[in-house]
Nanobody, 121 residues
Framework: QVQLVESGGGLVQAGGSLRLSCAAS????????MGWYRQAPGKQRELVAT???????DYADSVKGRFTISRDNVKNTVYLQMNSLKPEDTAVYYC???????????????WGQGTQVTVSS
């Protein structure tokens, strides 16, 4: 099986910073895109940032210039550095990865369990 385990959420004041981590483990053959989504109460889940295996990262307009996504392909880990946090960034943040399992030709999408980020004003 494949698992995504997130860490790094918490409570922070507006203007502060947090760094989220998400480590993929299990029978991994190849990881394609990795990214972060978020879901605020009463709202749909939305894309925050993606980091493909090749090419440039992409960000939601609302976080451009404040958030940075990065990957450590040796550790199968994706990070989200969040600076200048705003109350509207409050949400549950989910890690997402498109992974081909060992000895398989099929890629599947996996999700982490979510980590709460709360930004107080």
């Amino acid at each position: 099986q494949v698992q995504l385990v997130e860490s790094g959420g918490g409570l922070v004041q507006a203007g502060g910073s947090l760094r989220l981590s998400c480590a993929a483990s299990g029978r991994i053959g190849r990881i394609d895109a990795m990214g972060w989504y978020r879901q605020a109460p009463g709202k749909q889940r939305e894309l925050v940032a993606t980091a493909p295996s090749g090419g440039s990262s992409d960000y939601a307009d609302s976080v451009k210039g404040r958030f940075t996504i990065s990957r450590d392909n040796v550790k199968n880990t994706v990070y989200l550095q969040m600076n200048s946090l705003k109350p509207e960034d409050t949400a549950v943040y989910y890690c997402n990865a498109v992974i081909r399992r060992l000895f398989s030709s099929i890629t599947s999408e996996y999700w982490g369990q979510g980590t709460q980020v709360t930004v107080s004003s």
